[in-house]
């Protein structure tokens, strides 16, 4: 696992601990995530759910992103997130938010003091797979558009039987491609549409 791009290009990642319910997302879809999001990524607020050990976070500060608040509840692998986060030098910008991310999320992301640009929500595929639809949305999905700046994106990985809805809240998808056991999923604002 590397950073692919910008002013940390090059720097290796931890990898999730073993047994971990994490899954990297590979380089290959990584390049491609970040080409569908462009220049979005440049001096934005940016926040990774279920984050893991930072790889789509810390991409995105690379890429020139603003800040990136991290959340993620395994223990074991928040050690190297912060880990990769401090090998990355990236330590000013970013915020960790440990622990259930589903209690207290609309306050955490108030406490960010800025509009979110780029979210990135990547449960474990076990998770996503137990998912209620109107419980993910009134936890996860209502927070982050009532924090979400003009323009933000929602960037939604679930595993490929699972095909996210339409409309997920108050988001609406906007883009979505398949890569072998997984599903991308761009939402945006519903009141955009």
């Known amino acids: 696992m590397r950073i692919l791009s910008g002013k940390y290009k090059g720097r290796k990642l931890l990898p999730p601990p073993p047994g971990s319910s994490t899954r990297p997302m ?3 879809v990584k390049k491609s995530l970040f080409d569908m ?5 440049v001096d934005a607020v940016v926040v990774d759910l279920y984050c893991g050990t930072g790889s ?4 995105a500060l690379s890429r020139g992103a603003r ?16 880990r990769n986060i401090e090998a990355a030098g990236a330590a000013d910008a970013c915020s960790v938010w440990p622990g259930d991310l589903t209690r207290g999320l609309a306050r ?3 406490e960010i003091g800025a509009p979110v640009d780029v979210a990135f929500v990547d449960p474990p595929y076990a ?10 949305a009134s936890r996860i999905f209502m927070p982050l558009a009532e924090h979400l700046g003009d323009g933000g994106v929602v960037v939604l990985r679930l595993p ?3 095909e996210p809805p339409e409309v997920v809240g108050p988001l609406a998808v906007r883009r979505r491609k398949r890569y072998g056991e997984m599903i991308l999923a761009l939402l945006g604002s519903e009141a955009a549409k």
């Open 160 to 162: 490929r039987e699972i």
């Open 37 to 41: 999001l462009g220049g979005r990524v």
């Open 56 to 59: 789509l976070g810390l991409e």
């Open 108 to 110: 955490r992301l108030g």
């Open 26 to 28: 590979t380089g290959r």
């Open 127 to 136: 998770a996503a797979r137990g998912w209620s639809a109107s419980a993910a």
């Open 67 to 82: 800040s990136c608040a991290f959340a993620e509840r395994d223990r074991r692998v928040l050690a190297r997130l912060r």
